[in-house]
């Protein structure tokens, strides 16, 4: 079976993001898949600083954690990435490691001229997220960045898992049929690849 990268991108280590994530992380392993975990908050990752090295050759010229984190999500044939909600978006350490993703969209369309729209996706993409609040665009914004994160990497969103009213830790455990959606969700992805 394909190999899948679960991408942690919450500050908190056990919060609720993180949990649901465990629970999918478990359901593909128990699906026969290799999962590899990456938590974000313990990467040393600079922002990108749009200096545009990666006009030469594709490759951002920061060099720190960002190197090592995207060649593992490149190499594996999903993604399942967790973050919670922040003012409408994903945390900071989701947004660092999307933005330093700009290199892969300069090479991708700049560099190698793929014509927008005129790619097949190669890989998968889980994504999971939750919100304190109970609005109803909570999401709309986070999901657009996602997609066309998602895009540089050649992937598409096979599925989101997206809960509201969610906010201290632990917040998710007086949700079983949240951690049986998140668990199942990993099997079926798994199964998918």
């Known amino acids: 079976m394909d190999k899948i990268i ?16 465990k629970h999918s992380v478990k359901g593909a392993i128990e699906a026969g898949a290799e999962v590899q975990e990456i938590i974000l908050r313990d990467q040393k990752m600079s922002p990108c600083l749009e200096i545009y090295g990666c006009k030469k050759d594709g490759q951002c010229a920061i060099k720190d954690d960002y190197q090592p984190v995207i060649e593992q999500i490149l190499a594996a044939k999903g993604l ?81 898992l997206l809960y509201r009213g969610l906010d201290f830790e632990d917040d998710v455990l007086k949700h079983p049929e949240y951690l049986e959606e998140a668990y199942q969700a990993g099997k079926n992805f798994a199964e998918a690849l």
Request: proline share 4%.
């Open 6 to 21: 679960a991408v942690y991108g919450s500050p908190r280590r056990r919060g609720n993001t993180a949990t649901l994530l």
């Open 80 to 160: 399942m990435l967790a973050s919670p909600i922040f003012f409408y978006s994903v945390s900071a350490h989701t947004k660092i490691l999307m933005d330093r993703c700009q290199s892969l969209w300069v090479k991708k369309y700049w560099l190698d001229k793929v014509p927008f729209d005129q790619w097949k996706p190669k890989r998968k993409g889980l994504f999971i997220s939750v919100g304190a609040t109970k609005g109803k665009k909570l999401f709309a914004g986070t999901l657009l960045s996602i997609k066309y994160f998602f895009d540089v990497l050649d992937m598409e969103l096979w599925r989101s």
